[in-house]
């Protein structure tokens, strides 16, 4: 479909999933706000996520740390000198672009980190803004969110930073996990929380956000186990994470960050890429870290970072395997590979066929008119029901336009209550894909829907 993207976003803004925010002030930098079928699908993926990775399994904990951080962690972490981005500036027009990105669209040449070269190739390089060419040098631009703290006696400590990846957190906790949690390695800390990112270009709708939130784990194991296997499960297990939000598996590959691109804390890094409506990209990482960041830790806190491995009699600082997974690339996902568009009598229907799991609304309810006899036995069902699923009460427009609203949010099931519901103690349940009716007795209805969630 060769306008999908553009779809989806009027989809998602016309329906509740995502607004662009603050658009009575002209709209902020690329920032949005999920509506209330958006927060629904939201939260349905991260407990999707915690409920695979934490509840599922015994070797994993939870953890939900601060988003401002010391800024010492930064510094041992490598961010403060090295999370940068190569930005460059068209003079003519004052637009700021990625100039790697720019480059390698012009060129096909992956230059990260190669400034000289970026400025060079950018003097063959029109601006796709206004045409001219006149660049800035191309330049290293940190992309970490600087802030003030009051009441910080320290000079050094008052400049903080939003925290610019969600993992820093989880290693600063290490040791009280160890001490608390009667974990035993292999074992990873899970966590779901807020990052940020002074991207130089954001963009493509949610794909690339300067606030965004991630889901990720840090899994501890010992440096000699054989970890090219675990690295391969995890992928799996990444793979399979994407497939329960609705992704094809054809649309999924790998890319491996060559040697000279990895970041600089990595061993091996593979991208699990997706086929978005704008190409294949980046949704979720796999890293082998090394020892880089308990090793980078310890050393500058004086706290030793180690772990006593009990049944080897010996001491070491443990390797980390990081999955990581975007949380607003996997609600992208979901949009995307829900989205269908079908004939049905002449008309095009447009129905969101989300997993049933992360549908944001499970069941609607709708009388088929507002008459009370009608909305009485409706509201008995939904106060019945509504603790079981989410649900959704609605008796305005005619039915036929409540069906298509319904299709449009992805709900799985629709209950109507008709006149006959009252001679028949009956309601008919519509499925959304199918578009198949059942007629089913209200007494029964709780027991037909626990068998279809
Ligand atoms: N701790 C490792 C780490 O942060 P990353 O590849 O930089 O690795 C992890 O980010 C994931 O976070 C990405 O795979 C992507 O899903 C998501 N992500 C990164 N930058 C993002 C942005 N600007 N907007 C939305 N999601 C982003």
Redesign the pocket.
């Known amino acids: 479909m060769p306008d999908l993207m553009e779809k989806i976003v009027s989809l998602a803004k016309r329906r509740g999933f995502v607004y662009p925010a603050c658009e009575i002030y002209g709209g902020f930098a690329n920032s949005y706000s999920y509506g209330s079928y958006g927060t629904e699908l939201k939260n349905n993926i991260k407990q999707l996520w915690w409920q695979t990775f934490v509840h599922n399994r015994e070797d994993i904990v939870g953890l939900d740390g601060p988003i401002l951080l010391h800024p010492k962690l930064w510094e041992a972490s490598g961010h403060t000198k090295g999370f940068n981005d190569a930005l460059v500036d068209c003079k003519a027009c004052q637009k700021r672009f990625r100039a790697d990105h720019l480059v390698e669209e012009a060129t096909g040449k992956d230059l990260e980190g190669q400034l000289d070269e970026m400025s060079a190739a950018l003097t063959e390089i029109k601006c796709p803004n206004c045409g001219k060419q006149d660049w800035t040098e191309a330049r290293e631009f940190n992309m970490m969110f600087k802030t003030q703290m009051n009441n910080v006696s320290d000079e050094e400590t008052a400049e903080v930073y939003l925290r610019?990846?969600?993992?820093g957190a989880i290693f600063v906790e290490y040791k009280n996990v160890l001490d608390s949690m009667r974990v035993k390695i292999p074992f990873g800390i899970a966590q779901i929380g807020k990052?940020f990112?002074n991207?130089i270009v954001?963009g493509n709708f949610?794909?690339?956000?300067?606030e965004?939130e991630?889901m990720?784990i840090e899994y501890f194991i010992s440096p000699d186990t054989e970890w090219k296997p675990l690295f391969e499960k995890w992928l799996m297990q990444q793979e399979k994470f994407a497939l329960g939000l609705g992704a094809d598996k054809k649309d999924l590959r790998h890319y491996e960050h060559p040697d000279d691109k990895r970041?600089h804390y990595s061993q091996k890094t593979v991208?699990i890429e997706y086929k978005f409506p704008f190409g294949f990209k980046?949704?979720?990482?796999l890293?082998h870290r090394g020892n880089f960041d308990l090793t980078a830790h310890s050393k500058a806190s004086g706290e030793k970072l180690d772990y006593f491995d009990q049944e080897k009699n010996e001491r070491y600082v443990p390797h980390v395997l990081?999955p990581?997974?975007?949380?607003?690339?996997?609600l992208l996902v979901a949009l995307v590979a829900a989205y269908h568009e079908e004939e049905v009598k002449g008309e095009t229907r447009v129905v969101m066929k989300f997993p049933k799991g992360i549908a944001p609304i499970q069941l609607a309810i709708l009388p088929l008119s507002k008459k009370e006899e009608l909305s009485s036995v409706a509201r008995d069902i939904f106060d019945n029901l509504k603790t079981d699923l989410v649900c959704e009460y609605d008796e305005t427009q005619s039915i036929g336009k409540r069906y298509r609203r319904q299709d449009e949010i992805g709900t799985p099931y629709c209950v109507t209550v008709d006149f006959d519901s009252l001679e028949d103690k009956a309601v008919t349940v519509r499925d959304r894909d199918t578009m198949e009716q059942e007629r089913v007795k209200i007494e029964e209805l709780e027991g037909y829907l626990a068998d279809k969630y």
């Open positions: 610019p990846e969600t993992a990052a990112r991207e954001a949610i794909f690339r956000l300067r965004f991630q990720e970041s991208d980046e949704l979720f990482g890293a990081e990581t997974f975007g949380l607003d690339r996997s």
